[in-house]
């Protein structure tokens, strides 16, 4: 399958679904950089280690190169989608299906931007993809042992982020308790500027893959080819999805930090370093054990941990109970969003 960029642009003169595909995987990265990857940035913001223009950026480019230089070292994580459905038969019917998935993905991304409410896209993503996936092949389009790994991640991602948060706190109070307190201030704060770069990374190095996985699933369906998994990305499409979510994040990402760090949460400089090292400590064990986590999920649990490390008080639980309940109601919402739309799709087109 030719996938240089002068064949893309070709096929998507002859065929409209190629060029619908690409419409639909930019959207869904925009709204993934909107949403979920201004986490990695938003402690840094809250206690004023970075300005938020500052914050911005340092997302952007990080999240850019996490995504292209991680793709050239290992492509395991762009593969997660193929592993957990199954959209085996007719290839139109499958497409239909896989468009009305990301549509369904991205309407529920931008409800909750609107709320201010950091959302999972791998998650609404997985979820979408697996409604449509059922109204193709009915329960067989789910593979129940790979679906179980998400679940699990979900529940660990909550707990340890909001564990590790909360002890990395007490222990930093323990460490700083008998140092000057301008001089712990400029160590939390270089700490903080490093890890932000790092979450950043880290984001676009997981996230970006699942959605040029998609991509290529879709022109795969679209050209009526079966697609290898041992095939790598075009160099066009890794620039385009690094492109989307930097700028998904400069569009919408200052409504999510404020949510997450500055309304959900007051927390000093010590506090922001210690979810900063709990959400990169949940991502690290995640990966170790190959379970797909959110960032979004293992930062803002962090962040309510590391509040309550100091006071119970300092949590807006009202808010944080919010955000608990649009991430339980992510699953449900895509797969029957994802079914419903793909089953109109089917029958329309």
């Known amino acids: 399958m030719d996938l240089t960029l002068g064949a893309v642009f070709s096929l998507m003169a002859g065929n409209p679904a190629v060029a619908i595909i690409i419409v639909l995987v930019i959207g869904v990265t925009l709204v993934s950089g909107a949403t979920d990857a201004p986490n990695a940035i938003a402690t840094a913001v809250a206690t004023r280690c970075l300005k938020p223009t500052t914050a911005l950026w340092v997302a952007a480019i990080f999240n850019f190169v996490g995504l292209i230089a991680m793709t050239y070292v290992?492509?395991?994580?762009?593969?997660?989608m193929f592993s957990m459905v199954n959209f085996s038969g007719d290839n139109h019917a499958a497409l239909m299906a896989l468009e009305a998935s990301m549509i369904g993905s991205i309407a529920w991304g931008m409800f909750c931007w609107l709320f201010g409410i950091p959302c999972s896209k791998s998650h609404s993503l997985i979820a979408g993809i697996t409604g449509g996936a059922i109204a193709m092949n009915g329960i067989e389009g789910v593979v129940f042992g790979e679906w179980a790994k998400v679940l699990y991640g979900l529940v660990f991602s909550l707990l340890a982020g909001?564990?590790?948060?909360?002890?990395?706190?007490k222990l930093t109070e323990k460490l700083f308790s008998l140092a000057n307190r301008q001089t712990a201030n400029k160590v939390c704060t270089v700490l903080q500027d490093v890890l932000a770069c790092m979450l950043a990374f880290l984001h676009g190095a997981q996230d970006g893959q699942k959605f040029m996985s998609i991509a290529m699933m879709g022109l795969a369906m679209a050209l009526s080819q079966e697609l290898s998994a041992e095939g790598g990305f075009p160099l066009w499409l890794m620039i385009l999805c690094s492109i989307a979510i930097s700028a998904g994040t400069f569009l919408g990402g200052k409504r999510i930090i404020k949510s997450v760090a500055m309304d959900m949460v007051n927390i000093d400089k010590y506090q922001g370093a210690a979810a900063s090292l709990s959400t990169a400590a949940t991502l690290l064990?995640?990966?170790?054990t190959g379970m797909p986590v959110s960032t979004s999920h293992c930062s803002t649990s962090a962040i309510m941990g590391s509040g309550a490390g100091k006071s119970l008080r300092n949590v807006n639980w009202a808010i944080a109970r919010n955000m608990v309940i649009a991430w339980v109601l992510t699953f449900p919402a895509c797969i029957f969003i994802g079914f419903a739309l793909a089953k109109l799709f089917m029958f329309v087109f």
């Open 162 to 169: 909001f564990a590790l948060g909360w002890a990395f706190t």
């Open 285 to 288: 064990i995640s990966s170790l």
């Open 74 to 80: 290992s492509t395991a994580v762009a593969h997660t």
